[in-house]
């Protein structure tokens, strides 16, 4: 059953906790709006997503196709789904904590403004639980470019890093600054996957197998 992992102290020291019960609405909303159309979109896939590995996995993707990612990611099995990683901000909360969940994804919350740094409790979660993650390495801009913190993750984890895109046909674009992916009703996406990496890869190999695969 999916749930949502806060890290240690990130649920108690959560921005605006009297927030929280419109937060779960627009949370509602979000899970409302995708049910909606997921009956009707087809996804299908040019390569094999999953990795066969004992390792962990760690899929990047732009983060302007995260919408996207998620009716793709309902099509493989519950065990090999990415954890959504979110945090303890009013932003994250409002639509990627309950949402996810309730679409059966694990979600891990990590606590910011701490002394131990997000991705010191993401390797704590990985090595903890061993279950693959979702990364979004252009979050906070500038997006479309890959950043190497996630490279660090990797490495300290021992993990696979599998890049991966959503190509879409019959999706909206949302957003100002990043051009959000939202798929409509009857739309297709195709996941590909490119060449699969580890933690010794630069974020130019990372950056390069995502662009060459759009």
């Known amino acids: 059953m999916s749930a949502i992992t806060w890290a240690d102290g990130a649920k108690a020291e959560r921005d605006k ?3 929280d019960p419109l937060l779960v609405g627009s949370n509602a909303a979000l899970t409302g709006f995708y049910m909606a159309f997921a009956p009707t979109v087809r996804v299908v896939f040019r390569d094999e997503l999953v990795p066969k590995t004992d390792k962990p996995i760690i899929y990047i993707t732009w983060h302007r196709m995260n919408y996207a990612a998620t009716p793709v990611f309902r ?13 303890n901000g009013v932003a994250s909360r409002a639509f990627s904590h309950q949402a996810p969940v309730w679409l059966g994804f694990d979600v891990f919350a990590f606590r910011k403004g701490r002394e131990r740094s997000p991705r010191d409790q993401i390797i704590d979660y990985i090595q ?6 979702l990364n979004l390495p252009d979050s ?3 997006y479309g470019k890959m950043k190497p913190g996630i490279l660090e993750v990797a490495r300290a984890c021992d993990a696979v890093v599998v890049p991966f895109v959503v190509l879409t046909e019959g999706a909206a674009t949302i957003g100002k600054k990043m051009k959000h992916v939202l798929p409509m009703p009857f739309a297709r996406l195709e996941a590909r996957r490119g060449a699969l990496l580890d933690g010794h890869a630069s974020a130019a ?5 995502l662009d060459a695969l759009l």
């Open 17 to 19: 906790k009297w927030l």
């Open 75 to 87: 099509q493989v099995s519950p065990r090999d789904r990415p954890t959504f990683i979110a945090h």
């Open 128 to 133: 903890t639980t061993r279950r693959p993650i």
């Open 140 to 142: 906070g801009g500038p």
């Open 205 to 209: 190999d990372c950056q390069r197998e």
